[in-house]
């Protein structure tokens, strides 16, 4: 294993071992507390840009699962077409795995994508730094190549637009209901999660104007970096708004993409939240949900618009987990209901959007 340096934006250096593909690369530097769900969490769209690190310090131990698809094009075990993270940065990688359903190490998956990974590393402390700072930009460098200094950018930079489908692509077509979804970096368990419930799915690229086509619902989907660069996709779910009352459902990004076009501002959150264990509590009511997430801005609900009121609140920093609107059937979360990895807790959520279609 080459010798690396993870050097973050303010001169904090951390060093380790490269386990992946050996390239030094640049990225936004952020945690996940999961303790597991590694493949799910790599192909997730949402961490486009960005130096995943995992504070669960054994990773790797049950190596990686057939890359197979389903006979509707969707991955069975993954959650896109690819690794979408930047690198991944653990504690202690485990070469030797063990699983009935693996067929690769996560080293070999990620020296194939062209992934770096780093091993080694005190997470803990890192995370430390992070939650103490807030996320920054940081680069892993090759001690061999100290002059190989990449550069990348986060702040500002359209994530969606890399991460969407191009083309309109359908699901489970002429079986039930029309749901139009918009790609912003959809996680594949939110289109099996609908198919399943008996409905078609058309997917559409995050900036394409859905409003003239013949459909029973809009759902919103995840995807990575700052709503503000998809001012595109909000005003087509105005125009949408504007002249219909279709059922509305957002994941995510998709809460965020609604709460603008609802009127509301967008902040970013000091260091987000990507885990498997965060609680959120549904608005007026004790019942408390343990809930995945993967996201680094929220609604600020208190710019509303007074047709709207908050769903779901974060029970450890009270940040927005959700809106819907007091009168049409549009609601969302903030967490992702379809877990994978994580607890299901919340898949009623699709129940729910389903209930509405008419």
Excluded at 96 to 108: C, F, P, Q, T
Excluded at 311 to 317: A, S
Aim: hydrophobic share 35%; glycine share 8%; with cysteine.
């Amino acid at each position: 294993m080459k010798n690396v340096t993870l050097v973050l934006s303010d001169g904090t250096k951390f060093h380790g071992q490269s386990f992946g593909y050996d390239a030094p690369v640049a990225g936004e530097v952020v945690f996940n507390t999961a303790m597991m769900g590694y493949p799910e969490s790599l192909t997730d769209p949402s961490y486009a840009g960005q130096l995943m690190t995992l504070t669960f310090p054994l990773v790797g131990n049950y190596g990686v699962p057939p890359f197979t698809t389903e006979a509707n094009g969707l991955p069975t075990f993954m959650e896109s077409d690819k690794i979408h993270a930047s690198a991944i940065i653990v504690a202690d990688y485990c070469e030797a795995y063990s699983h009935w359903n693996a067929v690769e190490s996560l080293g070999d998956w990620l020296k194939r994508e062209h992934v770096p990974g780093i091993t080694g590393i005190d997470t803990r402390q890192l995370t430390k730094v992070l939650r103490d700072h807030g996320v920054m930009m940081g680069q892993i460098i090759f001690d061999d190549e100290p002059d190989n200094i990449p550069q990348a950018d986060y702040e500002g930079v359209n994530f969606v637009d890399q991460v969407s489908c191009k083309e309109v692509v359908k699901y489970n077509e002429g079986a039930g209901k029309k749901v139009v979804l918009v790609d912003c970096g959809v996680k594949a368990n939110i289109i099996r999660s609908l198919v399943k419930r008996g409905v078609e799915v058309i997917r559409v690229p995050w900036n394409y104007d859905y409003t003239a086509m013949s459909y029973d619902g809009l759902f919103l989907a995840n995807g990575p970096g700052d709503p503000d660069t998809c001012q595109a996709a909000v005003d087509i779910i105005r125009k949408h708004m504007s002249i219909s009352s279709k059922p509305i459902c957002g994941i995510c990004m998709g809460n965020q993409l609604l709460g603008k076009a609802a009127g509301a501002n967008i902040y970013k959150l000091k260091y987000g939240h990507r885990s498997h264990n965060q609680p959120v509590r549904m608005v007026g009511t004790e019942r408390c949900y343990i809930t995945s997430q993967n996201h680094g801005y929220a609604v600020d609900t208190s710019t509303l618009d007074d047709d709207w009121q908050e769903l779901f609140v974060n029970m450890n920093d009270g940040s927005n987990e959700g809106i819907r609107h007091k009168t049409n059937p549009w609601f969302t979360s903030q967490f992702h209901p379809e877990a994978c990895a994580g607890p299901v807790d919340t898949m009623f959520m699709f129940d729910k959007f389903i209930e509405t279609l008419k």
